[in-house]
């Protein structure tokens, strides 16, 4: 596994990388790092695959919008950047705001993804009506709003040892001793302008007055073509997996859909059952390959 930096304009985004063969690209999401998917690149690695987590746009310095642009529709761009820059048909995993990022792009350039593998986000396109049958997802989601706020997210988040990131870590994936994995995402976090950066995010999706985020949101309505299989953990305390009954809806995939269900794991399903989450990556890309 080595260091690389993937580039869109002036912004350069670190990231790791192994192996060799069709192209995987693996997008996570927050409070996370991109080092944190160091045992899935191995592992397709191992497979025959090229593997390459980026950090997304803000989480390094040296990737933080002059702009201050942490639109999807800019997250989006850059996931097509680096496809384009590993040749053009990749595969795609994402977790978190990585497997948002993926619903739009494979939404909106279907021929570019060869699979998709969502982790513990589920569909997008009918969320909206799925908060009204399930208004456990509004608690749950609550820290969008507080996201909203100038100045006390930062604070929250920062106070003492990042100890606002420890408890998402721990109220989202219960049950789990994270170690070393929040380490890495505290090192993360703590870079200059990280945490800014992470909460633009959350600050752009109810921007509607721009162009761009208007765009972005109108992909929710297209098919996804691409193959894609969504994977969520039974104890995931950020997205409730009841919101499955309402969003997940197969004529919305021409390209076929898969529902995981992860028994004994949170919204770091990934890191919490890595061998099992691995095996549903592999069976996906193995059936689903580029050429």
């Given amino acids: 596994m080595k260091q690389v930096e993937l580039v869109n304009g002036d912004l350069r985004f670190p990231a790791l990388m192994a192996g060799s063969g069709e192209p995987v690209i693996l997008l996570h999401g927050f409070p996370d790092t991109y080092e944190n998917w160091a045992v899935q690149i191995n592992a397709l690695a191992a497979a025959g ?35 384009a820059q590993l040749g053009g048909r990749v595969h795609l995993i994402g977790h978190d705001w990585g497997a948002a990022v993926g619903y739009l792009a494979c939404a909106q350039s279907p021929e570019t993804f060869c699979s998709f ?45 990042l100890s606002g990131v420890d408890t998402l870590w721990r109220r989202w994936s219960p ?72 969003t997940l809806v197969e004529s919305d995939f021409s390209g076929g859909v898969e529902l995981q269900r992860i028994a004994n794991a949170g919204h770091f399903l990934h890191l919490e059952q890595p061998e099992v989450i691995n095996d549903h990556l592999l069976r996906l890309l193995n059936n689903t390959r580029c050429d």
């Fill in 117 to 161: 593998s969502a982790l513990s986000i589920p569909p997008l396109r009918r969320i909206p009506q799925a908060l009204l049958k399930v208004p456990e997802q509004v608690l749950l989601s609550g820290y969008m709003q507080f996201f909203q706020l100038p100045v006390a997210p930062e604070a929250w988040l920062k106070r003492g040892d």
């Fill in 49 to 83: 695959y090229t593997a390459i987590a980026p950090a997304l746009r803000g989480y390094a310095p040296s990737c933080q919008s002059g702009s201050g642009d942490y639109s999807v529709y800019a997250a989006v761009d850059d996931l097509m950047v680096f496809a």
């Fill in 175 to 246: 049950d789990w001793d994270p170690g070393l994995y929040l380490d890495n995402a505290k090192h993360t976090l703590a870079e200059p302008g990280v945490i800014k950066a992470a909460l633009g995010w959350y600050r752009a999706m109810f921007k509607l007055w721009k162009k761009d985020q208007r765009k972005a949101l109108s992909w929710l309505g297209q098919d996804i073509a691409t193959p894609t299989q969504i994977l969520i953990g039974e104890n995931d305390g950020c997205m409730s997996p009841k919101l499955l009954e309402h």
